[in-house]
């Protein structure tokens, strides 16, 4: 890990690289964690985090399964949803600045019973219907960004259903 005043100058003047989990179980149900930490604190929020220096994505995806879920899954177990612009008034320091991420999302689908979600970064989690996260108010923007393409074909489907 970097030392703290080097970390606050990167992401004070550079966007991070990330991977955002999209995690959906047997039913169709996508999980959420409630944010422990800024930015999106207290936010219900896709499991994620940052590509670190010289790691390569498909590490990073172990990696990050492994902390996030508790269990280690391969990059070649998703499939790339896409990049996503995630900006951010604040930042983990609680300074003054903003924080941008630039969030390569992938959707991943398992068995939920092969959890076990760590509490570090996110202290509450819950397995919510697409439809449900999208009118949630505590479900962050971002997160609903992965899922707008879905509320866009409901609403076509309702109008040609009519």
Do not use: C
């Not at 990167?10 to 999980?31: C, F």
């Amino acid at each position: 890990m970097l030392p703290l005043d080097t970390f606050k100058s990167i992401i004070k003047n550079t966007p991070l690289v990330s991977i955002d989990l999209v995690v959906y179980n047997q039913k169709g149900e996508v999980l959420l964690g409630k944010r422990n930490n800024r930015p999106a604190q207290g936010y219900w929020f896709v499991p994620g985090g940052r590509i670190l220096k010289d790691e390569s994505m498909a590490e990073a995806f172990k990696r990050l399964t492994l902390n996030e879920l508790g269990t280690e899954f391969t990059i070649l177990d998703a499939q790339l949803i896409g990049p996503f612009d995630h900006f951010y008034t604040n930042n983990l320091t609680g300074e003054d600045f903003s924080t941008h991420y630039v969030a390569l999302g992938y959707r991943l689908t398992i068995d939920d019973e092969l959890l076990a979600l760590p509490t570090k970064q996110h202290n509450d989690y819950n397995w919510f219907g697409v439809e449900q996260l999208l009118e949630h108010p505590q479900v962050h923007k971002h997160t609903r960004w992965y899922f707008e393409p879905y509320a866009k074909q409901t609403v076509l489907r309702r109008k040609f259903l009519k």
